[in-house]
């Protein structure tokens, strides 16, 4: 698929504007906490970055219910690690409504299709992590919008950590209406915004470059529609998944070795003592030949994961848990930054 060129001020306030959607009835007003409660990031999960709580007597700003008549608000919780939107039971303080929509007679539901709300059940517990060493990538497509960025110095950080790709689950592709209504895309362009929090936006945006190419709709539309979780949820848990990545010996492995060509089985022996013995071969090494050079650069590692993905994931666990994968390509050069 061809994905598309843009700036990266423009491609963020583009994504900024698109933000506003929910997953209930939304609310004008305040809420003020009577007690210290659990704020959620999700409700059906009780995933709680940060183990946020309420404070009593503080007055936080009411976003919407979690259905028409429900029992679960979503506040804005400044200061709140990952997303600051959390959700916290009615019951726990009083919420003042200026213009509120509390009840189908009130406020009609929303019409958003069922792929961009919450999802029914769990999220999928059998996922493949796709992730990108960000220079490699741009040796085989330079003229890409994060690129182009990376190449004029603008997105610096990204070469030197692994970017999301995507996360992927077993399930399939191109799940439900909205998911079939995007299959025969030509371009990431021409699919729906999705609608994100700015709060989601600001964690995804540093560790998915191709988001100045739209790529965060291209992965929402064919693979997060099978996630069963709304877009901020299914975002939320890619980003947790690679930080802790990017945390890991496995990042300081690849920095190591930039600029030599190595055999990726040094990479799966960081995967092993990083995440237990056995975790090499959950993963995939996938490369390709720089047209210019004729090198053979890593670009991507495709990581098996089987597990419920929480707020503050055990990667490990999730990686041992899951089936074997093909090793892939056995040497490969790790690409440093510029053209090479």
Request: hydrophobic share 45%; proline share 6%.
């Given at each position: 698929m061809m994905r598309s060129c843009g700036t990266l001020a423009g491609a963020?306030?583009?994504?900024?504007?698109?933000t506003a959607a929910a997953a209930g009835p939304p609310v004008d007003g305040v809420f003020?906490?009577?007690?210290?409660?659990?704020?959620?990031?999700?409700?059906?999960?009780?995933?709680n970055p940060g183990d946020v709580r309420t404070a009593p007597g503080t007055r936080y700003r009411a976003l919407e219910l979690n259905r028409p008549g429900g029992d679960h608000l979503r506040v804005e919780v400044p200061g709140a690690p990952q997303l600051t939107a959390r959700w916290?039971?009615?019951?726990?303080?009083?919420?003042?409504?200026?213009?509120?929509?509390?009840?189908?007679?009130?406020?009609?539901?929303?019409?958003?299709?069922?792929?961009?709300r919450a999802g029914a059940g769990a999220a999928s517990t059998s996922n493949v992590l796709a992730v990108s060493w960000q220079s490699a990538f741009c040796e085989i497509a330079p003229r890409r919008g994060?690129?182009?960025?990376?190449?004029?110095?603008?997105?610096?950080?990204?070469?030197?950590?692994?970017?999301?790709?995507?996360?992927?689950?077993?399930?399939?592709?191109?799940?439900?209406?909205?998911?079939?209504?995007?299959?025969?895309?030509?371009?990431?362009s021409d699919l729906p915004p999705v609608p994100l929090r700015r709060a989601t936006v600001s964690a995804l945006a540093p560790l998915m470059p191709g988001m100045?190419?739209?790529?965060?709709?291209?992965?929402?539309?064919?693979?997060?529609?099978?996630y069963n979780a709304d877009a901020d949820e299914y975002f939320?848990?890619?980003?947790?998944?690679?930080?802790?990545?990017?945390?890991?010996?496995?990042?300081?492995?690849?920095?190591d070795n930039v600029?030599?060509?190595?055999?990726?089985?040094?990479?799966?022996?960081?995967?092993?003592?990083?995440?237990?013995?056995?975790?090499r071969r959950?993963?995939?090494?996938e490369c390709d030949r720089d047209p210019d050079s004729g090198r053979t650069v890593l670009v991507e590692l495709r990581i098996a994961l089987r597990g419920e993905i929480t707020a503050d994931p055990d990667l490990g666990a999730l990686i041992r848990a899951a089936p074997t994968r093909g090793h892939g390509c056995r040497r490969a050069t790790i690409d440093p930054p510029g053209p090479q």
């Open positions: 963020l306030a583009l994504l900024a504007t698109a003020e906490a009577r007690q210290a409660c659990p704020a959620v990031r999700s409700i059906r999960s009780g995933a916290v039971p009615l019951s726990c303080g009083t919420l003042q409504e200026r213009d509120a929509a509390r009840g189908a007679a009130e406020a009609p539901p929303r019409h958003d299709p069922p792929e961009l994060e690129c182009r960025a990376l190449a004029r110095g603008r997105i610096g950080a990204a070469a030197a950590r692994f970017s999301i790709h995507g996360l992927w689950p077993d399930a399939g592709e191109y799940c439900g209406p909205a998911g079939a209504a995007a299959r025969d895309a030509r371009r990431w100045l190419s739209h790529l965060e709709r291209h992965e929402w539309y064919s693979h997060g529609t099978c939320a848990d890619t980003v947790a998944l690679v930080e802790a990545l990017n945390a890991s010996p496995v990042r300081a492995a690849m920095l600029g030599r060509t190595i055999d990726t089985a040094v990479i799966g022996a960081a995967f092993d003592a990083a995440f237990g013995p056995g975790a959950r993963v995939t090494f």
